[in-house]
Protein backbone atom coordinates (compact mmCIF):
# COMPACT_ATOMS: atom_id res chain seq x y z
CA UNK A 1 0.00 0.00 0.00
CA UNK A 2 1.14 3.33 -0.62
CA UNK A 3 -0.12 6.72 0.80
CA UNK A 4 0.50 10.08 -0.57
CA UNK A 5 0.70 13.36 1.46
CA UNK A 6 0.71 16.47 -0.53
CA UNK A 7 1.75 19.88 0.05
CA UNK A 8 2.69 23.63 -0.92
CA UNK A 9 -1.72 24.48 -2.12
CA UNK A 10 -2.71 27.89 -1.71
CA UNK A 11 -3.97 31.15 -3.49
CA UNK A 12 -1.84 33.11 -5.62
CA UNK A 13 -2.06 36.27 -8.32
CA UNK A 14 -2.00 35.71 -11.98
CA UNK A 15 1.37 34.86 -13.12
CA UNK A 16 2.88 34.19 -9.55
CA UNK A 17 4.76 30.69 -8.58
CA UNK A 18 3.83 27.80 -6.48
CA UNK A 19 5.07 24.43 -5.65
CA UNK A 20 3.72 21.57 -4.70
CA UNK A 21 5.54 18.53 -3.27
CA UNK A 22 3.67 15.04 -2.18
CA UNK A 23 5.81 12.30 -0.32
CA UNK A 24 4.70 8.74 -0.67
CA UNK A 25 4.83 6.25 2.26
CA UNK A 26 3.85 3.01 3.39
CA UNK A 27 5.10 -1.20 2.35
CA UNK A 28 6.01 -0.84 -1.01
CA UNK A 29 9.18 -2.34 -3.22
CA UNK A 30 9.31 0.92 -5.83
CA UNK A 31 6.84 3.29 -7.61
CA UNK A 32 6.81 2.77 -11.28
CA UNK A 33 5.47 6.54 -11.84
CA UNK A 34 4.66 9.80 -9.93
CA UNK A 35 2.50 13.07 -10.89
CA UNK A 36 -0.29 15.11 -10.80
CA UNK A 37 -3.75 15.70 -11.54
CA UNK A 38 -6.19 18.19 -11.25
CA UNK A 39 -9.81 18.56 -11.22
CA UNK A 40 -12.71 21.37 -10.73
CA UNK A 41 -16.13 20.81 -9.82
CA UNK A 42 -18.12 19.23 -12.71
CA UNK A 43 -14.84 18.41 -14.67
CA UNK A 44 -13.33 15.05 -15.18
CA UNK A 45 -9.79 14.94 -13.38
CA UNK A 46 -6.67 15.68 -16.08
CA UNK A 47 -3.54 14.87 -16.21
CA UNK A 48 -1.18 18.18 -15.09
CA UNK A 49 2.35 15.55 -15.40
CA UNK A 50 3.67 12.71 -14.31
CA UNK A 51 7.36 11.00 -14.19
CA UNK A 52 8.10 7.74 -14.13
CA UNK A 53 10.92 6.63 -12.19
CA UNK A 54 13.53 6.25 -15.30
CA UNK A 55 12.95 9.86 -15.63
CA UNK A 56 10.32 10.66 -18.92
CA UNK A 57 7.82 13.07 -17.94
CA UNK A 58 4.41 13.88 -19.82
CA UNK A 59 3.06 16.72 -19.27
CA UNK A 60 -0.89 18.26 -20.23
CA UNK A 61 -0.90 20.45 -23.20
CA UNK A 62 -2.05 23.30 -21.03
CA UNK A 63 0.80 23.07 -18.85
CA UNK A 64 3.77 22.85 -21.43
CA UNK A 65 6.26 25.06 -20.50
CA UNK A 66 4.91 26.78 -17.44
CA UNK A 67 5.17 23.90 -15.26
CA UNK A 68 7.78 21.14 -14.26
CA UNK A 69 7.72 18.37 -12.11
CA UNK A 70 10.74 16.57 -10.47
CA UNK A 71 10.76 13.10 -8.40
CA UNK A 72 13.25 12.07 -6.20
CA UNK A 73 13.50 8.43 -6.07
CA UNK A 74 15.82 7.53 -3.03
CA UNK A 75 12.63 9.43 -0.48
CA UNK A 76 9.92 8.77 -3.06
CA UNK A 77 8.90 12.53 -3.39
CA UNK A 78 7.31 14.34 -6.32
CA UNK A 79 7.60 18.13 -6.71
CA UNK A 80 5.54 19.90 -9.46
CA UNK A 81 6.64 23.97 -9.76
CA UNK A 82 4.40 25.88 -10.97
CA UNK A 83 5.07 29.05 -12.89
CA UNK A 84 3.35 31.79 -14.76
CA UNK A 85 -0.08 30.81 -12.99
CA UNK A 86 -3.33 31.79 -15.15
CA UNK A 87 -6.74 31.69 -13.03
CA UNK A 88 -7.66 28.68 -15.23
CA UNK A 89 -5.23 26.50 -13.62
CA UNK A 90 -7.62 26.78 -10.50
CA UNK A 91 -8.48 23.27 -9.18
CA UNK A 92 -8.12 21.11 -6.72
CA UNK A 93 -4.51 18.98 -7.28
CA UNK A 94 -4.01 15.38 -6.51
CA UNK A 95 -1.42 13.42 -6.12
CA UNK A 96 -0.51 10.48 -8.35
CA UNK A 97 0.80 7.57 -7.97
CA UNK A 98 0.97 3.77 -9.44
CA UNK A 99 3.52 0.47 -9.15
CA UNK A 100 2.55 -2.93 -10.33
CA UNK A 101 1.33 -5.58 -7.29
CA UNK A 102 1.22 -8.96 -9.25
CA UNK A 103 1.95 -7.72 -12.34
CA UNK A 104 -1.36 -5.47 -12.11
CA UNK A 105 -1.10 -1.99 -12.27
CA UNK A 106 -2.39 -0.15 -8.75
CA UNK A 107 -3.09 3.17 -8.97
CA UNK A 108 -2.79 5.77 -5.81
CA UNK A 109 -4.16 9.29 -4.59
CA UNK A 110 -3.64 11.68 -2.70
CA UNK A 111 -6.64 13.91 -0.64
CA UNK A 112 -5.91 16.98 -3.05
CA UNK A 113 -4.89 20.27 -2.28
CA UNK A 114 -6.29 23.57 -3.02
CA UNK A 115 -4.70 25.98 -5.83
CA UNK A 116 -6.73 29.24 -6.41
CA UNK A 117 -5.06 31.57 -9.18
CA UNK A 118 -6.62 35.41 -8.93
CA UNK A 119 -6.93 37.62 -11.64
Known amino acids: QVQLVESGGGLVQAGGSLRLSCAASGVFFSINAMGWYRQTPGKQRELVAV???????NYGDSVKGRFTISRDNTKNTVDLQMNSLKPEDTAVYYC?????????????WGQGTQVTVSS
Open 96 to 108: YAMNYQLGNPRNY
Open 51 to 57: VTNGGST
